[in-house]
């Protein structure tokens, strides 16, 4: 359900400081086609040398090292179309050009290349002290719980040095096994803080509430409660915040319950096929509690025999794209690989992703799959 709220984002202004970025980006350019204006121009007697040498200098600054090449070619570019034009081979004001043009080259390009790597080295030790707020938080189940064996896996997007907001959790209560995947809108801290009130207020009820869809209600109200601390969070997170969730209970019985708050549906393998467990009555995600009309519905029961698989996840995975702009085929690869372990089958997964996206994954990646014990 969320990548139907994906396909309605609410209307963003603009932003002031990535608009003057671009600007910045624009000006070499925009000073090498003044040049090359003037010098083709009657007005060819205005000295233009230290425009081109600003070329490469500016590029420097906003186009790292590449655009600094980039611009300085450019530059080159025009001072030899312009010596020719005017028939200006042979004198030193050229040559002056020429050296000044490559001097500032070199230097540019080294600079750019220095503060390009200081700011990858920071960029990957904040991502790395995101990534560890994490895992503190998200911890492996464990590889047999009551009745089914279970693993996990959460992978972090390659790109952007924030982490995003998805969240599992499996635990092994009085009703049965209960597990939880959820995806809390927004990347960074609010979202981690998200991720650890979902997750606490998750571990706590899951123990003592008997009813599934009060559980999943008792998580909703502790996400409100914290968004209404002042302070905790920003006036678009409180407006438009939401979470998508999914609880699963698996008891003694032949059934696996779910409530789904707008989430992407399990996957269940059932003697070799796949299949997604769509909702009845799909439920709008958490924080938009507004959108439900009437009493709260009940968890929907399928049947989960031995031998049958559930795959819980989130959208980074079948949202997972290719260079054609094809969606991950999670159902297929399932299918592809029923005899392996739960944790061999997630690491193959993971491969397969990969392969899929030909790079590093776009988007964050969390996924429980528990196999049912004889």
């Known amino acids: 359900m969320r990548w139907l709220f994906r396909s ?23 000073l090498g086609l003044a040049v090359l204006v003037i010098e ?5 007697f205005i000295y233009t040398g230290p425009l081109l040498t600003a070329i490469p200098a500016l590029a420097a600054v906003t186009l790292g090292p590449k655009g600094t ?42 600079m750019s290349r220095a503060v390009q790597a200081r700011k990858k080295d920071e960029l990957d030790q904040v991502r790395r002290i995101a990534v560890a707020a994490q895992d ?7 590889a047999r719980l009551g009745p089914v064996r279970a693993a996990s896996m959460c992978l972090a997007a390659g790109t952007g ?21 959820g995806d809390v809108r927004g990347k960074g801290l609010t979202a981690i803080r998200a991720v650890a009130v979902a997750l606490g207020s998750f571990r706590q009820v899951a123990h003592y509430e008997d009813d599934l869809v009060e559980v999943m209600d008792l998580c909703s109200a502790a996400l409100r409660r914290e968004a209404a601390v002042p302070g905790a969070y920003d006036q678009e997170v409180r407006m438009e915040g939401f979470t998508t969730a999914l609880i699963a209970q698996v008891s003694d019985e032949a059934v696996v319950h779910l409530v789904n708050r707008g989430h992407p549906p399990p996957l269940l393998l059932h003697q070799g096929r ?14 938009l509690e507004d959108l439900i009309d009437g009493p709260p519905e009940k968890p929907e029961s399928h049947p989960f025999v031995p031998g049958d698989r559930l795959l819980l996840y989130t959208d980074g995975v079948i949202e997972a794209r290719n260079r054609d702009n094809d ?22 997964l993971h491969q397969q992703l990969l392969r899929h996206t030909e790079g590093p994954l776009a988007d964050d ?10």
């Open 365 to 374: 990646v969390a996924m429980i799959l528990v196999e049912r014990l004889e």
């Open 274 to 287: 796949a299949q997604a467990l769509m909702p009845a009555s799909p439920l709008p995600p958490l924080g």
């Open 8 to 30: 309605l984002p609410p209307p963003r202004t603009g932003n002031p400081g990535r608009l003057r970025f671009t600007l910045a980006q624009c000006v070499p350019f925009a």
């Open 40 to 44: 083709l121009t009657p007005a060819h």
């Open 161 to 181: 040095a924030q982490v995003g907001g998805d969240l599992y959790e499996a635990v092994q209560t009085p009703y049965g096994v209960r597990m939880i995947v």
């Open 136 to 142: 503190v938080i998200l911890r492996p189940v464990p």
């Open 69 to 110: 090449l980039s611009a300085a070619a450019l530059a080159l570019a025009i001072s030899t179309t312009t010596a020719t034009y005017n028939q200006a081979w042979g004198t030193l004001q050229v040559y002056t050009n020429f050296f000044a043009l490559a001097l500032v080259t070199v230097a540019g390009f080294i």
């Open 327 to 348: 969606f991950f085929p999670l159902a297929e690869a399932m299918e592809a690989a029923p005899a392996l372990a739960p944790p061999e089958f997630l690491d193959q």
